[in-house]
């Protein structure tokens, strides 16, 4: 009997070991594959905020920047933020929405700020742009679209009169529609929520509202066009709440007290501020798109409508024709252009309305199925909600063998999705292929100008 409670406690300590070899652990979140220097995301950052300054009306009210540096700076000393020269500024726009840029500047909507209810709400969206930043998840996404062209570019690219982004921008990454450096796919968006919520953790905000945040953003989406931006460029991860919450449970029990109560105040600040004048490019200056500042209205697709009267695109590998009324957007002879009007570009650099057209490269010898599928997952990687349909293929006029591809995914018109045709073009380096987008519920009207904007395609050889 006196032997027993040696064996007891032996008992009880095995027991506690192997519960603690069982207890679930934090996972490991590390950026992934980039061909990018840390020191180039930075260069990048600074030169993209700039551009963003020059298009967005941001806001110069003291108080309310003041505030965000004081959310913001908190989250940036924590040792998992990765040590970038963070900056936050505050754009006064009414929709729900922030972003970050490589490197660290980061942006804020005033919407995103009337609509929290308390500081750690703004905390937890900015611990997630913070997250994206640390993670590198816009050049890494960058990166695998570029794989082949970007090694020859990025030793020099700091060298050139265009800087990093000019030299960027004649492989068709930017700002603008579909920017892989700001698109991100449901698995950043889940590491970002995830790391995120440490950092919240880490600066004293609860992370519990990051869930009940983005939980309550989840029950008003569809409800409001103010959403619309928000969901676009931050696709909802499978179990997001869920996965927020059990995050918490692994996390070291904390005081949350970085509270500051002055919410309340900076957000009747934000409503009584005058509006502010919509920056306008300078010429030789980048706009929204190529200097076109997005104008697109969710509620109203027809804006966009592209004209029956056609007009010539001609470069060194293609020609064809684009609506009179749309804009051609970029370096015809670049790897990608843009081609819209105005109402179908949206802020956030989404298409609801429009058409991309560029050279795909082939990775070994061309063959158009085979490249066709490689093209549709690169669309894939930029944007994970992408969903191909039904295939054919066909013969154009000028005898050129072609591939049709039904795309879908959210629009940022409301009420719809996007009916998206890819047409793929053997070419001699691979393909040249044309993008056509338009909301699903319009693509009626537009489909007589697609067939002939497709018709019209000449590839030079």
Do not use: C
Request: hydrophobic share 40%.
């Amino acid at each position: 009997m006196k032997r027993f409670p040696r064996l007891l406690a032996f008992t009880l300590a095995a027991a506690g070991s192997l519960l603690a070899q069982k207890a679930p652990k934090l996972r490991d979140i590390k950026p992934g594959f980039n061909l990018f220097s840390k020191e180039q995301d930075v260069q990048m950052g600074k030169e993209y905020a700039a551009q963003v300054e020059q298009q967005m009306p941001v806001v110069k009210e003291e108080s309310v920047n003041a505030f965000l540096r004081n959310i913001g700076g908190k989250l940036a000393k924590s040792s998992l933020a990765g040590g970038y020269p963070y900056t936050f500024k505050v754009v006064q726009d009414k929709s729900i929405n922030a972003f970050a840029l490589p490197g660290g500047p980061t942006f804020t909507h005033t919407g995103l700020i009337t609509a929290a209810e308390n500081d750690s709400q703004i905390a937890a969206v900015l611990a997630h742009e913070i997250s994206h930043v640390a993670l590198r998840h816009g050049t890494n996404q960058a990166s695998k679209a570029q794989l082949i062209q970007l090694p020859a570019v990025l030793g020099g690219a700091m060298l050139g009169n265009g800087g990093i982004t000019g030299t960027l921008a004649q492989l068709g990454i930017g700002l603008g529609a579909n920017s892989v450096l700001l698109k991100m796919g449901r698995n950043a968006e889940r590491d970002a929520d995830l790391l995120g919520t440490r950092i919240m953790a880490e600066a004293g905000y609860n992370p519990i509202e990051m869930a009940r945040f983005f939980e309550k953003l989840q029950a008003e989406h569809g409800k409001s066009g103010k959403l619309q931006e928000f969901f676009a460029s931050h696709p909802n991860p499978e179990n997001r709440v869920k996965n927020i919450q059990q995050e918490i449970l692994l996390l070291p029990p904390r005081a949350y007290g970085s509270e500051s109560g002055n919410l309340a105040q900076i957000q009747s600040s934000i409503k009584g501020m005058p509006e502010l004048p919509k920056p306008k490019p300078q010429p030789g200056q980048a706009g929204g798109q190529g200097g076109v500042q997005p104008q697109g209205n969710p509620s109203n697709p027809q804006a966009a409508r592209p004209s029956g009267n056609l007009k010539e695109f001609k470069s060194q590998i293609v020609t064809f024709g684009y609506p009179e009324n749309w804009q051609l957007l970029g370096d015809p002879n670049g790897s990608e252009v843009t081609i819209a009007s105005p109402a179908g570009l949206f802020p956030n650099g989404g298409i609801g309305y429009g058409a991309m057209a560029g050279l795909y490269q082939s990775r070994g010898r061309p063959n158009i199925e085979a490249d066709t599928q490689a093209l549709i997952k690169s669309f894939q990687q930029r944007d994970q909600n992408l969903k191909p349909g039904g295939q054919k293929a066909f013969r154009l006029a000028s005898g050129s063998s072609a591939i049709a591809t039904r795309l879908q995914s959210p629009s940022p018109f409301q009420g719809t999705n996007e009916a998206d045709i890819l047409v793929s073009v053997e070419h001699p380096q691979g393909l040249f292929y044309l993008l056509l987008i338009a909301p699903e519920q319009d693509l009626s009207a537009a489909q007589p100008v697609f067939d002939q904007m497709i018709d019209s395609i000449r590839v030079a050889r």
